[in-house]
């Protein structure tokens, strides 16, 4: 059975069964500020679920574009994908459990005629009510599994949510562990093919779930995975098939493996040409839906995409021009072998454009194939330059010259990584990251200006609170000093929108970053300053024009913000830590709360002794673990107050106040954005405490992945020196100790022995040592 059939016997099964056929969305989610891209069939569905928008049937199915990118470097093994197609029916309101699991269950059993049993459902361990149905359905009890819950992973998830069930295919005993009790989620020996949510439940921001306004059924089925199933039970295989080996990816990978001239380049090209099958149809279907190579966010992902594969089909299957499909011309006398039926996102447009006609939207090959020749000219350059890295790194390419690789001839690190590992060395990922932040660190410092006073600027709606993107319009437009209507490409622009999810710099923390998109071109934001009641995004024109009143996208940069309320919910747990150890009249003197970094300024008199530091540290990751929830209230100052809201010093509030709480732990009076638990902060660490005048003192210290970072590097260093002197690393200082004295001793001994040597040799001479003038 050709997929094509599966998409479509899908289809027909529940347009049979009353459901509507929809078509799917973009990949680019619209109105969804959760996600960068479609990650799953529901999304488009989720104002439905909420009961914000009518359903157009009670009953609806799809085939839906989806693109997850959480395991993009596995790309090339025999699982893993970036984009693909999830087959699904939707019931809002409509059938529950009974419904999606009969109706599942027929479609695998009778119109795919799946073995049943090779078939094994599982249920969520609170769900009596659907083991109870699956006991009626198949006559088994299901496995229950703790993670079946969707979302997974319920992080900045904000919307439907609840438990589901999945069905597992049973590639064997051969496979996997080979215990007797394996059962589904357990080993590689079970594939999970289809899930069905039942959707109970809506999650606000905050973390608290509420019951949906619209209870329902969300089903998603990979077509790849179940491709590859049915085409397992044809063969009657008892080894596991990958996807790789269905028509939806047969020809594409084939055209990739045609033996070069000269055979084949370092790597293995079996998996090259899975990573170019795979990236060829991420690639196509990212640009048909209007996504451009690009810096930051979705542009940045289909950018290391095409570098990925541009640089494997040049050093393996010594193809230039194979990503594109352009650039590949077949050799004289090989045709026949070589590309019947075209490569690269020219064939996935070929053999997949009549089912997804945006495929056949102009300039797609064009768009791939310029970014592919831009990197293909720098690469032979690069590779050079890479090389000299390799000949002078020991072990690990450092931080410094992984960032010139990334910084210079534009190779992701992830890029770098990869290269090194084939040459047998690792990357001070620490320390391209902190050279990155530097960089940014830098350019922020460069875009910061003093607001220049304007007037009659309209207040800005800040709704950065609840979402990290959102849409607004162009309202004010600056071009260096003057007004304009438009702005150019490399233009340096201050603007302003009636909306926006970009903090401004204020209470310490500082404005956010990311990229603003208009319907002709994209503005990188570097800081965001408040005038008045206005925010002023600073920043720069990547490419194309923006116009006022233009209606554009803003999006926040997810990884900074999210470093920046880690700091900041830090420093609200270090203000709490720091009364409960020095006493109740320390009071916040000041705080500079970045993505980078974070300091915490304070009244005391004299140095914080380490053990009080080490105190204070205790109380803060102690409060972390304990996952405190944040509630955050917007109300009347006097009545936070009265709440016994820690008051920031020299901070103007209006009448209505926000007042953040970690239970009853820390109350304070803050504008800021934060996390919405303490558990997400992960860890904080101090770096250094010092004085910053008079009765100031002040804590830098680190939370999240920057904490995880100086840990990772403060531990390496200490493992690479105890290595070297050969003792435990607690005993270190014991040791550089004993070395310093023994240093001391042999110093002064080579001072005497030069002493006698000069007596000697003036003793030799007879001349007697000159003491005096
Ligand atoms: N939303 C669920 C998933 O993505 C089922 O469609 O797995």
Redesign the pocket.
């Known amino acids: 059975m050709l997929s094509a059939d599966i998409r479509q016997s899908f289809l027909n099964f529940f347009q049979g069964r009353e459901h509507l056929v929809l078509p799917s969305s973009s990949l680019v989610p619209h109105g969804d500020p959760s996600v960068l891209l479609t990650t799953?069939?529901?999304q488009q569905f989720k104002p439905i679920f909420m009961g914000q928008a009518d359903p157009p049937s009670p009953r609806v199915t799809t085939v839906q574009k989806c693109f997850r990118t959480v395991d993009l470097e596995e790309v090339g093994d025999d699982s893993h994908l970036t984009f693909f197609e999830?087959l699904?029916n939707f019931s809002f309101g409509d059938y529950f459990k009974d419904g999606a699991i009969e109706l599942a269950w027929e479609f695998l059993t009778r119109e795919l005629g799946l073995d049943p049993n090779r078939l094994f459902p599982t249920v969520h361990p609170s769900d009596d009510e659907a083991a109870a149905i699956w006991l009626r359905v198949i006559g088994r009890e299901p496995h229950r599994l703790e993670d079946n819950f969707?979302p997974a992973n319920l992080e900045g998830w904000i919307g439907p949510c609840g438990p589901d069930s999945e069905i597992y295919w049973d590639w064997g005993p051969a496979v996997g562990c080979g215990q007797a009790d394996c059962r589904p989620g357990h080993c590689d020996r079970f594939l999970e093919v289809w899930?069905l949510?039942f959707m109970q439940f809506d999650r606000a921001p905050d973390g608290s779930r509420k019951p949906l306004a619209r209870t329902g059924v969300?089903?998603?089925m990979g077509l790849e995975r179940l491709a590859a199933v049915v085409l397992a039970q044809e063969r009657g295989s008892t080894v596991p098939v990958s996807f790789y080996e269905t028509d939806l990816f047969k020809g594409l990978v084939d055209g990739f493996m045609v033996e070069p001239e000269g055979g084949w380049g370092p790597g293995a090209p079996a998996f090259v040409s899975r990573l170019c099958a795979d990236h060829s149809r991420g690639v196509a279907f990212l640009v048909a839906d209007g996504v451009r190579p690009g810096n930051e966010g979705r542009g940045y992902i289909l950018r290391k995409m095409i570098r990925r594969a541009t640089l494997h089909a040049l050093r393996t299957l010594k193809r230039p021009g194979a990503l594109s499909g352009e650039g590949a011309l077949p050799r004289p006398g090989r045709e026949h072998l070589e590309n019947p039926g075209g490569i690269g996102v020219a064939r996935v447009i070929a053999e997949m454009g009549d089912v997804h006609p945006e495929l056949k939207r102009p300039g797609i090959v064009a768009t791939v194939r310029a970014e592919e020749v831009a990197f293909e000219t720098t690469l032979a350059q690069g590779q050079r330059e890479f090389e000299a890295v390799v000949a002078r790194s020991s072990g690990i390419i450092s931080g410094a010259d992984a960032f010139r690789l990334h910084d210079t001839l534009g190779f992701p690190v992830e890029l770098t990584t990869e290269l090194a590992a084939e040459a047998g060395l690792g990357v001070d990922r620490a320390g391209f990251e902190a050279a990155l932040a530097e960089q940014r660190q830098m350019s922020r410092r460069a875009a910061k200006r003093n607001p220049i006073p304007r007037t009659g600027l309209p207040r800005t709606e800040f709704v950065g609170h609840e979402s990290l993107n959102g849409a607004g319009t162009v309202l004010r437009l600056f071009a260096g000093d003057t007004e304009v209507e438009v702005a150019a490409e490399g233009d340096e622009v201050e603007l302003y929108l009636d909306r926006t999810p970009f903090y401004a710099e204020g209470g310490g923390q500082v404005g956010d970053i990311g990229i603003i998109e208009g319907p002709e071109g994209t503005v990188e934001v570097l800081d965001v300053q408040k005038q008045g009641e206005a925010f002023a995004h600073y920043g720069k024109v990547a490419s194309g024009r923006l116009v006022v009143g233009q209606e554009v996208t803003a999006e926040v940069d997810r990884e900074a913000r999210w470093a920046t309320m880690r700091h900041h919910s830090a420093t609200h747990l270090l203000h709490r830590a720091l009364r409960q150890v020095l006493g109740e009249t320390t009071h916040q003197q000041g705080s500079y709360v970045g993505p980078d970094t974070c300091t915490f300024d304070f009244n005391l008199s004299r140095a914080v002794a380490p053990g009080e530091l080490h105190a204070i540290f205790t109380i803060v990751n102690r409060a972390v673990r304990d996952d405190i929830e944040r509630v955050t209230r917007v109300m009347p100052v006097d009545e936070a107050k009265a709440t016994g809201a820690m008051s920031l010093f020299g901070e103007k509030y209006g009448d209505l106040v926000r007042v953040v709480s970690f239970d009853d732990f820390s109350v304070e009076l803050c504008g800021g954005t934060h996390v919405d638990r303490t558990g997400q902060i992960g860890l904080v660490t101090p770096v250094r405490e010092s004085s910053v005048g008079a009765g100031v003192r002040r804590i830098e210290f680190l939370a999240g992945e920057a904490a995880e970072r100086r840990v990772r590097d403060l531990q390496d260093a200490a493992l690479t020196a105890a290595g070297r002197l050969n003792v435990k690393p607690v005993d270190l200082p014991r040791r550089v100790d004993a070395l310093l004295d023994e240093r001391k001793a042999l110093l002064k001994q080579v001072d005497d022995l030069k002493r006698a040597a000069v007596l000697g040799r003036d003793a030799a001479t007879g001349r007697g040592v000159v003491t005096g003038p």
């Open positions: 799953a069939g529901m999830m699904g969707w899930n949510v969300d089903t998603g």
